[in-house]
């Protein structure tokens, strides 16, 4: 039914709005799409923006499943052009306000992190090889598809990419559990980036000192926010501190 010439070299993606952000954004091409015979109610979203050529094939909604490994697919499963990764560094005067996330491991931590990377305007985001989760097709269904626009940066680690920050002339913002300057009060500047740490063990003993230590109130020290959670009230304190959005 699938002939592997129709998904070589290609990614998976599943779900309404990452097929319709892919479609609208126009950085790479959507090479099949899958969906079930009647088609499911969002499909009207996807269809006015499909490609003429494109072809669609009807599944059993069991086929999908399989396809996806999960049932979140909303009734529509693709093959695209890989994911562009961005190869060159960043630049300060060009990408002032950017993210590095420091082994976030859950994919759908990861997509609703670059969800809200894009609401809040960051410029870039700096995923790290060592200890965290890719871009998977799970974490490009948590971003709602927003990942698309966005300018993604792999470092082989955390310390690695810090040194690349701090050679570009960053502000760096590494956000803690607790011991850090309350983040509502910091006289942010630009350009800056923010770091996440991943769910568990938080930001990397190695680069706790690369930057200034930031902690968000809380009820208790005992407890925290989800790292997504986090992440989402950070940006948007520092994007209108600094008059991004």
Known sequence: MIKKNETQNTELIFGIHP????LKAKRRKLRIIYTTKPTPKA???????????????????????????STDHQGVVAYASPFIIRTKFFEPAKTPFL???DGIQDPRNLGAIIRSAYCTKVDGIIIVKKGGTGLTPAA?????????????????????????????????YLAVLEKGENALGVNYQ??????IGSEGSGISP????????????????????????????????????????
Request: charged share 20%; glycine share 4%.
């Open 99 to 101: 993210l590095l996330l």
């Open 43 to 69: 499909w009207d979203q996807i269809a006015p923006l499909l490609p003429k050529a494109i072809q669609i094939q009807y599944v059993d909604r069991e086929v999908l499943h399989k396809l996806a490994q």
């Open 206 to 245: 190695e680069i706790r000192k690369g930057g200034t230590l930031i902690t968000l109130p809380q009820r208790r020290a005992d407890i925290s926010y989800n790292a997504s959670v986090a992440a989402g009230i950070l940006l948007f304190t520092i994007a209108t501190r600094l008059k991004k959005i």
């Open 190 to 195: 630009d350009p800056c980036c923010m770091v």
């Open 140 to 172: 490009l269904k948590a971003a709602a598809g927003l990942a698309e626009y966005l300018d993604i940066y792999i470092a082989p680690s955390a310390s690695a990419a810090l040194l690349q920050l701090k050679t570009a002339g960053y502000h760096i």
């Open 19 to 22: 097929i319709v952000e892919l």
